[in-house]
């Protein structure tokens, strides 16, 4: 089944990988409501400037980036390099607020969910928090991602009948073990999601509204965790990129 046949628009080419051009949160939520009546299922990845920059080298994450059907503009850097590429204005749609949007979404509609991933006490804590703050949520099950018999923990989620299962277990960690693992997993839509239950939890702090609206998140965290620098060099390699596929020098798909 392909995307547009389960309501997902398809998607954009860009730079090798790929991004699903949905208008606002809303869209996005609808796109998901629409896989979980359809019988198919989805794998969800967020694309963002560090992702690309990594994809141009590494063959391997080009591919596990490429096999996800859902693609969301994650990073302002993907949504420029839409603009200056193809003169498009997409919306973006972080994954940490798809999260929440997902959350809100599924304590309405009593989807099942299912959070895989981080260390143990931020696992934990994240579920407590999202009972708290959503009491009508069913959350049928959890795990931290820190394991090592991954069958078991496909058994556990099948076991839990989870319809939404959220993976943070790093990048491209956690697409690597989705895309392993998804035909087995019955759950209709998988997302990863990074380190957004250390952000629920409020071990790691959200970047405030000013820098989610103007896209500089990534700013925010290079100064609350200086110790991230080395993975923010791939900003400026990926700027070089955008401008070598602009000048013709790189051509897409
Ligand atoms: N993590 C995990 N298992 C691992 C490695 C990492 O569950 O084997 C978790 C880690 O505890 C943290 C998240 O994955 O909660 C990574 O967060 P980060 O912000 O680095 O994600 P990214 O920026 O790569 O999306």
């Not at 359809?38 to 591919?63: H, L, M």
């Not at 959220?166 to 759950?187: D, L, Y």
């Not at 609350?224 to 401008?243: D, G, I, T, Y």
């Amino acid at each position: 089944m392909n995307a547009s046949e389960i309501n997902v628009p398809d998607a954009l080419p860009l730079m090798g990988v790929k991004v699903t051009p949905f208008r606002d949160y809303g869209h996005a939520i609808e796109a998901v409501s629409g896989v979980l009546g359809s019988g198919s299922k989805v794998f969800s990845a967020a694309i963002n400037p560090e992702k690309i920059y990594r994809a141009s080298y590494d063959s391997s994450v080009r591919e596990l980036l490429n096999r996800a059907e859902i693609c969301i503009c994650d990073g302002i850097g993907a949504a420029l390099a839409v603009r200056a590429l193809y003169g498009h204005q997409i919306g973006r749609i972080t994954g940490v607020a798809l999260f929440f949007e997902l959350i809100r979404a599924a304590e309405k509609r009593q989807w099942k969910v299912f959070l895989l991933g981080a260390a143990p006490d931020v696992n934990e804590d994240a579920v407590s928090k999202l009972k708290q703050d959503y009491p009508l949520l069913q959350i049928v099950g959890r795990q931290d991602g820190y394991f090592n018999d991954s069958e078991s923990v496909v058994d556990l989620i099948n076991a839990s009948g989870a319809d939404l299962l959220f993976v943070a277990m790093g990048s491209p960690k956690q697409e690597v073990w989705i895309t392993e693992h998804r035909e087995k997993i019955n759950a209709p839509f998988c997302m990863g999601v990074g380190g957004t239950f250390d952000v629920v939890c409020g071990k790691v702090e959200w970047a405030p509204a000013f820098y989610r609206k103007t896209g500089t998140e990534w700013l925010y965290r290079l100064v609350k965790e200086p110790s991230r620098w080395r993975r923010q060099l791939a900003l400026p390699k990926f700027v070089w990129l955008l401008m070598r596929y602009k000048m013709g020098l790189i051509k897409d798909f």
